[in-house]
């Protein structure tokens, strides 16, 4: 079969695939686009298009915020998972020797996001609340005299659930980069006089790179996204820019919520694309 | 024992319930070319692991250059690796791969730029220098892995099975290449492979390994000629090997019964086997002749089953009685001289059959 025409199969093999992402994606998010122009407060295919919801958006500073807020803590998520997504990545595949035990700290790792991400939310309500296990915890050990109520219906608690909920997803990557560097690079390194921790930083960190990064975005674009934890955890007095996008597509403003939907969008393209700046990750899996 | 730039001292490893290295012991000197020698899964490779501190020895100790080795870490210890696949760092270029082992000992800069030149220049891959691993041949990564291991100045070069991934036609040029390196910098080499032609040709020292344990240490031309054991005999090519029973001694002569006749051999140093011992001896196929005369005192007749023509030699295999093969060897040079299906009478002289050594734990 010559070239040109194996590219036409192939071609041809992805048309369905491509006709369903036309039809489900490109199209609802143009459309998405185009409602953020509407200059009329409600559903109109008539309306007038401009610019008034987005200068009404910047001329808030509770809504820029809001936005600052919602990068912030995709930021500070990216911080924390990295760590201990590497930490735990490392442990696994090169702490861990037998590769049944190796099986079963990725299974209970993996096991928890079988149930639905709202089941999982709610879940960390008695954990959390003034009575939750971890007062008690702290009672018990003696930490605090008095039960403290930082951890439910605040941003501390919404971190901490959505640490749970997104190290997985800095994790898997870097398990698989981990995986495929062969052990007599290491070895090479130390009969080249590197003492471990060099070798960590020079050869294994180097390495496993596009999977920190693919791990990362995953966080970036979930924290970006995630308006469950907010609501459930945050209770009414957290928000992030999804909170808006639901609160004002409840209340019947399609254009506001859309300009803050394309917002959104824009940052989290902005972002994965400062991100795949650091590393090309077509290399990934080529050690 | 400060001559020995290595010392392994009954050097035991496991894993698990399986022993990789049994009890082993050797000393080399300063400048030696050792080659480990011996079929996969003999522990060649974990000797060298346990040298090279990749490994912890369960027991024995580990001398390099007159100091106990065996708690200090591989980055300590004044060795350098090559690996089989070379192991070079796919994101470094070759310049930064090479200067890797200055750069962990610290050096200034300056210095590493200017023996990383040198030492590209010595090993003829200055025009790499700003490559990257994977746009190498394997022959440029061998140099590189070569150079890199070497810049350090290492007392001893560990290499694991270092040009068994190289094509066939390369090697050859390569093996001599290294030996050259070798000489030049008078670096201890320890060389592990499983071909034997690789550790006659460059070997000062062989030690040929079978299930975890040493069968022979010796000289290229001692283990050919002279091999100790009945794996040694069999393991290296070119050699008949028989098994018997001993029949009687007579003066400088043990005489032993085989399936396919009665022969005689002479008795090893340190006495004959007792009559009635099991044992086994070898003789060179080059060495026997298929016009036996008055000299050639041991004989057997055989049927010629294939002729393969090697160029420097020509090797007949030939069935015994009991349809077991016995390979013969002539010069390729001259002319043939039994065809395919022609009966023949073997013959070797008394003092061409080595007798083996009982094999260890079974004394």
């Known amino acids: 079969m010559n070239p040109r025409k194996r590219s036409l199969v192939s071609h041809v093999l992805a048309l369905p695939s491509a006709l369903w992402m036309l039809g489900a994606l490109v199209i609802p998010t143009l459309f998405i686009v185009w409602v953020s122009f509407w200059t009329t407060r409600t559903?109109?295919?008539?309306?007038?298009?401009?610019?008034?919801?987005?200068?009404?958006?910047?001329?808030?500073?509770?809504?820029v915020k809001l936005l600052a807020d919602t990068v912030q803590q995709s930021l500070l998520l990216m911080a924390i998972t990295v760590v201990l997504g590497y930490a735990i990545a490392y442990f696994v595949v090169m702490k861990v020797r037998q590769p049944a035990l190796q099986l079963g700290l990725f299974l209970a790792l993996v096991i928890p996001f079988w149930t639905s991400v709202l089941i999982r939310t709610i879940a960390w309500i008695p954990f959390l609340g003034v009575t939750g296990v971890i007062n008690q915890a702290l009672l018990f050990l003696r930490v605090v005299d008095e039960p403290v109520s930082v951890f439910l219906y605040s941003r501390t608690g919404i971190t901490l659930a959505q640490v749970?909920?997104?190290?997985?997803?800095?994790?898997?990557?870097?398990?698989?980069?981990?995986?495929?560097?062969?052990?007599s690079l290491p070895e090479a390194a130390r009969s080249l006089k590197a003492t471990p921790l060099r070798v960590f930083w020079r050869i294994t960190v180097p390495l496993t790179l596009p999977g920190i990064l693919i791990g990362q975005i995953l966080v970036f674009l979930n924290v970006m996204a995630d308006f469950a934890t907010a609501s459930a955890i945050g209770g009414n007095k957290h928000a992030f820019l999804g909170n808006i996008v639901i609160l004002l597509y409840d209340s019947g403003q399609l254009p506001f919520a859309s300009v803050i939907a394309v917002l959104l969008m824009l940052c989290m393209l902005g972002g994965v694309a400062a991100l795949l700046k650091v590393v090309d990750i077509r290399r990934l899996g080529v050690p | 024992m400060a001559d020995h730039d290595l010392e392994l001292k009954r050097v035991t490893k496991r894993f698990g319930s399986f022993v990789a290295v049994r009890d082993l012991s050797l000393a080399v000197e300063h400048g030696q070319f050792v080659c480990l020698l011996g079929p996969s899964g003999c522990g060649k490779t974990t000797t060298l692991r346990v040298i090279a501190g990749l490994e912890d020895a369960d027991e024995g100790e580990v001398w390099i250059s007159g100091v106990r080795m065996n708690d200090v870490p591989p980055w300590k210890r004044d060795i350098a690796m090559m690996f089989q696949d070379f192991a070079l760092f796919p994101h470094m270029t070759v310049r930064k791969q090479v200067g890797f082992g200055l750069e962990m000992l610290g050096r200034p800069k300056e210095e590493i730029r200017r023996r990383v030149g040198e030492t590209l220049a010595t090993f003829e891959i200055s025009p790499l220098a700003e490559r990257k691993p994977d746009t190498l041949s394997g022959g440029q990564k061998q140099r590189v892995a070569l150079a890199r291991a070497l810049i350090t100045q290492p007392r001893i070069l560990l290499l694991d099975e270092p040009i068994?991934?190289?094509?066939?036609?390369?090697?050859?040029?390569?093996?001599?290449?290294?030996?050259?390196?070798?000489?030049?910098?008078?670096?201890?080499?320890?060389?592990?492979?499983?071909?034997?032609?690789?550790?006659?040709?460059?070997?000062?020292?062989?030690?040929?390994?079978?299930?975890?344990?040493?069968?022979?240490?010796?000289?290229?031309?001692?283990?050919?000629?002279?091999?100790?054991?009945r794996f040694v005999a069999s393991f290296i090519q070119g050699n008949n090997v028989f098994e018997g029973v001993v029949e009687s001694v007579e003066g400088d002569c043990v005489r032993i019964r085989t399936p396919v006749g009665s022969f005689a051999v002479p008795p090893r140093d340190g006495g004959p086997p007792p009559p009635g011992a099991n044992v086994s001896f070898s003789v060179r196929a080059a060495l026997l002749t298929e016009r036996p005369g008055p000299e050639q005192a041991n004989r057997l007749p055989a049927t010629c089953h294939a002729v393969e023509y090697l160029g420097s030699i020509r090797r007949y295999d030939l069935r015994l009685e009991d349809r077991r093969s016995i390979k013969y060897e002539q010069f390729g040079a001259q002319a043939a001289r039994i065809r395919e299906g022609e009966v023949v009478t073997l013959g070797w002289q008394v003092e061409d059959g080595i007798l083996h050594a009982p094999p260890e734990g079974a004394g």
């Open chain 1, 164 to 183: 749970s909920f997104y190290t997985l997803l800095a994790t898997g990557p870097v398990v698989y980069t981990l995986r495929n560097i062969p052990p």
């Open chain 1, 43 to 63: 559903f109109s295919l008539e309306s007038p298009l401009g610019l008034l919801n987005y200068t009404k958006f910047f001329n808030r500073p509770t809504y």
């Open chain 2, 164 to 229: 068994g991934s190289l094509d066939f036609s390369l090697r050859e040029a390569v093996m001599l290449e290294l030996k050259d390196v070798q000489r030049r910098l008078g670096v201890t080499f320890i060389w592990v492979t499983h071909d034997q032609n690789e550790a006659l040709a460059l070997g000062d020292r062989v030690v040929v390994m079978n299930h975890a344990r040493i069968e022979q240490v010796g000289t290229p031309e001692a283990i050919f000629e002279r091999p100790l054991t």
